[in-house]
T-cell receptor
């Protein structure tokens, strides 16, 4: 069964520093992978997705992620953190290409300090 | 605003009462999913519809839960005889099925508190 693991429930960075949020997946078939962001008391917004095209995926708000099959990873990065990036981030894998149910990780809360 | 709306945004109820939530999808989206998110966790799949047909239900969806999507438009999720363990955020997501890896658009959620 497909699953994702997010390492670190909380990540703290200073404004302007590199953001790195880790996600490892498990899948018996080529996965479709997603990163979503959730602000307090709101739904989820798609940052970016990997669907077997380019392994380096660029998303909104300056985020990008690289699919590494050998490491079964899909880590999310941003070169320079902004205060507005403080939120909860979820990695997800799409289960069964027809079904397209999402299986989410437990999330990583990003804290950005001035 | 993703274009998916949910009503109500917040619901407080007493244990044993019935509650109903509504989700209005983006108009042309043929798939609709319900997820449940508890504090400190990622969303968990409950059920989904292809147009008006309910095609899959999670084991999380006990017989106290029922979902409908009449006419393939809006959807409702009803919980009967609510329990404190039902307290969670209930999220609706919709997509236009084109192929693979299609984006799901999430609504703002309904936060349920069972006292």
């Amino acid at each position: 069964a497909q699953s994702v693991t997010q390492l670190g429930s909380h990540v703290s960075v200073s404004e302007g520093a590199l953001v790195l949020l880790r996600c490892n997946y498990s899948s018996s078939v080529p996965p479709y992978l997603f990163w979503y962001v959730q602000y307090p008391n709101q739904g989820l917004q798609l940052l970016l997705k990997y669907t077997s095209a380019a392994t380096l995926v660029k998303g909104i708000n300056g985020f990008e992620a690289e699919f590494k099959k050998s490491e079964t990873s899909f880590h999310l990065t941003k070169p320079s953190a902004h205060m507005s990036d403080a939120a909860e981030y979820f990695c997800a894998v799409s289960v069964n290409t027809g079904f397209q149910k999402l299986v989410f990780g437990t999330g990583t809360r990003l804290l950005v300090s001035p | 605003d993703t274009g998916v709306s949910q009503d109500p945004r917040h619901k407080i109820t007493k244990r044993g009462q019935n509650v109903t939530f509504r989700c209005d999808p983006i108009s042309e989206h043929n798939r609709l999913y319900w997820y449940r998110q508890t504090l400190g966790q990622g969303p968990e799949f409950l059920t989904y519809f292809q147009n008006e047909a309910q095609l899959e239900k999670s084991r999380l969806l006990s017989d106290r839960f029922s979902a409908e999507r009449p006419k393939g438009s809006f959807s409702t999720l009803e919980i009967q005889r609510t329990e404190q363990g039902d307290s969670a955020m209930y999220l609706c997501a919709t997509l236009l099925l084109l192929g693979r890896g299609d984006e799901q658009f999430f609504g703002p959620g309904t936060r349920l508190t069972v006292l």
